[in-house]
């Protein structure tokens, strides 16, 4: 079965610091893997997607994650993070064909001033 | 505007009681989805239809139910039957019902069982 794991439940950082989230994936076959934000009791918005071609995948506010199939990783990174990123992240899979996708546990980032 | 929405926000129930929460998306999707949402357990899956009157359970559907009597509303039942019913619970939708589609979510109920 697959498998979606983010390897931080926190992740503290200073405003304009750079900052990576980490995201491992376990498959054999072909995935499509995304990065959803959530701030504080709302929805989840969808920051970026890998479906193929080009492994460096660039999102909205800034966020671009690495595709590395060797590695079954896809880590989300910001250069420069400000106040309003707070918010929890989740990384999430699905298999080609398949009908749902698979969620991280989610990692908090939390920006000190 | 087209989006999703979830009602109501917040929900308080007496154990032992079922309780319905809403779901309703005019993106004209077709596939939906229910997820529920615990403090560092990720989102999981609960129901998903991928067309109008048919659904599938998902990795937790025991103690829960749903319709899919319309494209547009899939409202999820929380029966007496879930033991640990109080959490987040998070109504997604999607063009198609296959993993590259991207999934657009509503806002969310917060349920709580007192």
């Known amino acids: 079965a697959q498998s979606v794991t983010q390897l931080d439940s926190q992740v503290p950082v200073f405003e304009e610091a750079p900052v990576e989230l980490r995201c491992n994936y376990s498959?054999?076959?072909?995935?499509?893997l995304f990065w959803y934000v959530q701030y504080p009791n709302q929805g989840l918005q969808l920051l970026l997607k890998?479906?193929?071609?080009?492994?460096l995948v660039k999102g909205i506010n800034g966020f671009e994650a690495e595709f590395n199939k060797s590695q079954t990783s896809f880590h989300l990174r910001k250069p420069s993070v400000h106040i309003s990123d707070t918010a929890e992240y989740f990384c999430a899979g699905g298999l080609q064909g398949a009908q749902k996708l698979v969620f991280g546990q989610g990692t908090r980032l939390t920006i000190n001033p | 505007d087209g989006g999703i929405t979830q009602s109501p926000k917040y929900l308080f129930r007496k154990e032992g009681q079922n309780v319905t929460l809403s779901c309703e998306q005019n993106?004209?999707?077709?596939?939906m989805y229910w997820y529920r949402q615990d403090p560092g357990q990720g989102l999981r899956l609960i129901y998903y239809?991928?067309?109008?009157?048919?659904?599938q359970k998902g990795d937790i559907a025991e103690g829960y139910s749903v319709s899919r009597e319309k494209k547009e509303s899939f409202p999820l039942t929380v029966t007496s039957a879930q033991k640990n019913p109080t959490a987040f619970y998070l109504c997604?939708?999607?063009?198609?019902?296959?993993?590259?589609?991207?999934?657009?979510f509503g806002p969310g109920t917060r349920l709580t069982v007192l």
């Open positions: 239809s991928q067309i109008v009157n048919d659904f």
């Open positions: 997604a939708s999607s063009i198609g019902g296959r993993a590259h589609n991207e999934q657009f």
């Open positions: 498959s054999s076959v072909s995935v499509y």
């Open positions: 890998y479906l193929s071609g080009s492994t």
């Open positions: 993106l004209n999707h077709d596939a």
